[in-house]
T-cell receptor, first 114, second 113 residues
Framework: AQTVTQSQPEMSVQEAETVTLSCTYD???????LFWYKQPPSRQMILVIR??????QNATENRFSVNFQKAAKSFSLKISDSQLGDAAMYFC???????????FGTGTRLKVLA | DAGVTQSPTHLIKTRGQQVTLRCSPI?????VSWYQQVLGQGPQFIFQ???????GRGNFPDRFSARQFPNYSSELNVNALLLGDSALYLC????????????FGQGTRLTVV
């Protein structure tokens, strides 16, 4: 069975600084997708970034980038120039290529300090 | 365009009662998924419906059921409520599969007393 592990329950970062959130996963699939979702206090999950496992190039979206290490089954999220609005729960998620479901990690609460 | 809408936003039920949660996907989206998010945990998959047919079911008891209507909206039903059913229930819609992008609603906060 696939599992997603986020080992950092909480992280803090100073405004304008850079922070990295960790995620590891376990799967025997060769074709899959990885995601980072943000859940602010409003509760709505918002897609931050998406990575296809077959792509070696790390995905980037503005201030957000990932470090995808397929052999190590690691998928970390780097947030550059952190802003107060980045404060939220961040969830790492896995899905397979023919998927109908996500497997989520337990989340990391990110605090941004002014 | 309206996003994924869920109703109600909050509700309180008594143990043993039944509840129906509703979800309207983004226009044009044919896939709807339901997740349960217990406080302090990540969302857990309950069901996915695509083109009105169940495509997948998570590890939840038969007290949980769902359906999708011709307009692609969906209902999640939970019978014989237990205290442990208290959670945020999230609905996600996507065009075809989750690999494109899934859009989530704001959820329904269910409290069972």
């Amino acid at each position: 069975a696939q599992t997603v592990t986020q080992s950092q329950p909480e992280m803090s970062v100073q405004e304008a600084e850079t922070v990295t959130l960790s995620c590891t996963y376990d799967t025997s699939e060769s074709d899959y997708y990885l995601f980072w979702y943000k859940q602010p206090p409003s509760r709505q999950m918002i897609l931050v970034i998406r990575q296809e496992a077959y792509k070696q190039q790390n995905a980037t979206e503005n201030r957000f980038s990932v470090n995808f290490q397929k052999a190590a089954k690691s998928f970390s999220l780097k947030i550059s120039d952190s802003q107060l609005g980045d404060a939220a729960m961040y969830f790492c998620a896995w899905s397979d290529s023919g998927t109908y479901k996500y497997i989520f990690g337990t989340g990391t609460r990110l605090k941004v300090l002014a | 365009d309206a996003g994924v809408t869920q109703s109600p936003t909050h509700l309180i039920k008594t143990r043993g009662q039944q509840v129906t949660l509703r979800c309207s996907p983004i226009s044009g989206h044919k896939s709807v998924s339901w997740y349960q998010q217990v406080l302090g945990q990540g969302p857990q998959f309950i069901f996915q419906y695509y083109e009105k047919e169940e495509r997948g079911r998570g590890n939840f008891p038969d007290r949980f059921s769902a359906r999708q209507f011709p307009n692609y909206s969906s209902e999640l039903n939970v019978n014989a409520l237990l205290l442990g059913d208290s959670a945020l229930y999230l609905c996600a819609s996507s065009l075809v599969s989750l690999n494109t992008e899934a859009f989530f609603g704001q959820g329904t906060r269910l409290t069972v007393v």
